[in-house]
T-cell receptor, first 109, second 113 residues
Framework: GIQVEQSPPDLILQEGANSTLRCNFSDSVNNLQWFHQNPWGQLINLFYIPSGTKQNGRLSATTVATERYSLLYISSSQTTDSGVYFC???????????FGTGTQLKVEL | GAGVSQSPSNKVTEKGKDVELRCDPISGHTALYWYRQSLGQGLEFLIYFQGNSAPDKSGLPSDRFSAERTGGSVSTLTIQRTQQEDSAVYLCASVRGGNTEAFFGQGTRLTVV
């Protein structure tokens, strides 16, 4: 199956800093999503981004499907941004939502 | 409803008891998924329902686990004779169909004592 790798695995930021999280996948995907799992375990949809660039407030994401990667940008980070960030996609038949390895982010004051 | 709803939010059960976890997907979503997440781990696929097709049960870890989806809407995940290793957060997601965006419920935290 398609392999998904995220980097970095762990990240500590000072509040106000910017960061870029990366998701690499081993084959073409056409329905990539980014999720934020907050400290209470809830998965929050950030972006549905099969290709191109989207922005939502301090967050933006870019997927370059032909080069098999997606980036999530966090600007002016806040402590509430802490948690785990996952990229994920549905396999061609829609049978399984495959998750990346995740990036554990901690934003400190 | 407006989002995917799961119940209960928390469940503590004694080893050997059976438990039922419920998922109410977004109205009109044809696909429904169950995942579980053990403490500090990633998400583990359990089962997938798509419309009236036979479910993909390839992720169920043992025959103690079963799930059904009635009327193409609400789903129940049943764990029989629970074991301590079943302790995890069980997450449900629904998708409108056609390989589009998945939405998750808030999860059920199961603790087997």
């Amino acid at each position: 199956g398609i392999q998904v790798e995220q980097s970095p695995p762990d990240l500590i930021l000072q509040e106000g800093a910017n960061s870029t999280l990366r998701c690499n996948f081993s084959d073409s995907v056409n329905n990539l999503q980014w999720f934020h799992q907050n400290p209470w375990g809830q998965l929050i949809n950030l972006f549905y981004i099969p290709s191109g660039t989207k922005q939502n407030g301090r967050l933006s994401a870019t997927t370059v499907a032909t080069e098999r990667y997606s980036l999530l940008y966090i600007s002016s980070s806040q402590t509430t941004d802490s948690g785990v960030y996952f990229c994920a996609f549905l396999t061609g038949g829609g049978n399984k939502l495959t998750f990346g390895t995740g990036t554990q982010l901690k934003v400190e004051l | 409803g407006a989002g995917v709803s799961q119940s209960p939010s928390n469940k503590v059960t004694e080893k050997g008891k059976d438990v039922e976890l419920r998922c109410d997907p977004i109205s009109g979503h044809t696909a429904l998924y169950w995942y579980r997440q053990s403490l500090g781990q990633g998400l583990e696929f359990l089962i997938y329902f798509q419309g009236n097709s036979a479910p993909d049960k390839s992720g169920l870890p043992s025959d103690r686990f079963s799930a059904e989806r009635t009327g193409g809407s609400v789903s129940t995940l049943t764990i029989q004779r629970t074991q301590q290793e079943d302790s995890a957060v069980y997450l449900c997601a629904s998708v409108r169909g056609g390989n589009t965006e998945a939405f998750f419920g808030q999860g059920t935290r199961l603790t087997v004592v």
